[in-house]
């Protein structure tokens, strides 16, 4: 099949939607798949070949509310003439930039809700609808996102795939894990709650680290600057990032919002057997971070329970081994094999179903 993934950005820039495309796109060609990606770049456009995915940077013309404003994406989709295109939201720019349908099958990929307060939310949701009255399937990560996407009237469409990860393959680091604080990692916005992890962290002697980069950094860090034990690293490289989660008591995932749908940071503490302690909001998370199995989960927003589960964990080194081994059987149920093959048979199904018109001639199935 020839396939175009449209993304917001790819690796090395990173993030959730980054991981899961990255991971989908190099899963799909190692089925034999010809896949390209098309992703918001620099000034310039730059074509890359990445693990044998055909990367599209394309050019941005500075950012709309924080969102990429790139240009390009239906000349390029004209040239590539895709069977199927997969898009993953929200990318409102994007969405508004392929209005006109650009191949026989188009299937959208909801990770999560756009930021409320996003003045550019309106056309998000105006787009987003409109694409998904006209798209073949809806793929969720979560049953649990149907309705926090209010998405019941497109019920028959929706697809729940969860999202998979590779298990970590720096063998490098070994098999021993040596603690030395607890970890959080990911953006540093409002909704991901770093801020009650400062304040939780204020009356335990224990070092935090606090690895990523976003608009809150310098706020957090005036927060915590009377915190000796928080250290605040900015982004990271992959070897990094795998060094800080081995040589963690736990991953804090202390979100505050639904906006935080699933949580592939999650994943990536479970496949080294790091448990994590996560706030208990009714989406994904809570299907993947199970209280007193794989983590512990508190609710979210409250300081004090937030630091007694941290002080638990840190005190009760039997609890963390047995959480942490049980988090690692646990990863096996989101195998990153499993999400890529139903990915590429639905992909095929929806093109089964599809008859060759005019406007589609010469595109068949590569395999059938």
């Not at 796109?25 to 995915?53: M, P, Q, T, W, Y």
């Not at 953006?187 to 801020?195: A, C, E, F, P, T």
């Not at 204020?202 to 034990?229: C, Q, S, T, Y």
Request: aromatic letters at 10%; a positive charge.
């Amino acid at each position: 099949m020839r396939i175009v993934i449209v993304g917001k950005y790819y690796p090395p820039i990173y993030g959730g939607i980054e991981t899961v495309v990255k991971g989908l796109a190099e899963g799909l060609v190692e089925r034999g798949h010809e896949v390209h990606c098309l992703v918001s770049g620099d000034k310039k456009f730059v074509k890359e070949n990445i693990n044998g995915v055909n990367v599209y940077k394309l050019p941005t013309y500075g950012k709309v509310f924080s969102q990429p404003l790139t240009t390009g994406y239906r000349t390029l989709l004209q040239q590539l003439k895709p069977e199927i295109i997969n898009f993953h939201v929200p990318n409102p720019l994007a969405l508004a930039f392929c209005a006109q349908k650009m191949a026989p099958v188009e299937i959208v990929t909801c990770h999560g809700p756009i930021d409320k307060a996003l003045p550019l939310k309106w056309a998000h949701d105006y787009f987003l609808d409109f694409f998904l009255k006209r798209a073949n399937k809806v793929i969720l990560s979560s049953q649990r996102l149907i309705s926090i996407l209010k998405m019941e009237k497109f019920y028959s469409k929706i697809k729940v795939i969860p999202f998979g990860l590779r298990p970590c393959v720096q063998g490098h680091l070994g098999d021993e894990r040596f603690e030395k604080h607890f970890l959080f990692l990911g953006r540093l916005v409002k909704y991901k709650g770093v801020s009650s992890l400062i304040k939780a962290s204020m009356k335990l002697p224990v070092p935090v680290v606090v690895a990523g980069e976003g608009p809150e950094r310098r706020a957090l860090e005036i927060k915590a600057k009377d915190n000796p034990f928080i250290q605040f690293t900015g982004s990271v490289s992959e070897v990094q990032k795998w060094e800080l989660l081995r040589q963690s008591y736990a991953l804090v995932f202390p979100s505050i919002s639904v906006s935080e749908t699933f949580g592939l940071s999650i994943l990536e503490a479970f496949s080294v057997g790091v448990p994590v302690v996560s706030s208990n909001i009714p989406t994904g998370v809570t299907e993947i971070n199970q209280h007193m199995k794989t983590g512990l989960c508190v609710t979210p927003g409250d300081v004090e329970e937030l630091r007694k589960a941290l002080w638990n964990l840190y005190v009760n080194r039997s609890l963390r081994k047995k959480l942490g081994q049980q988090a690692q059987q646990n990863f096996l149920r989101f195998d990153y094999g499993r999400m890529v093959l139903s990915y590429e048979s639905l992909f095929q199904e929806e093109l089964k179903k599809v008859s060759p018109s005019p406007s589609w001639r010469g595109m068949r199935p590569r395999g059938y």
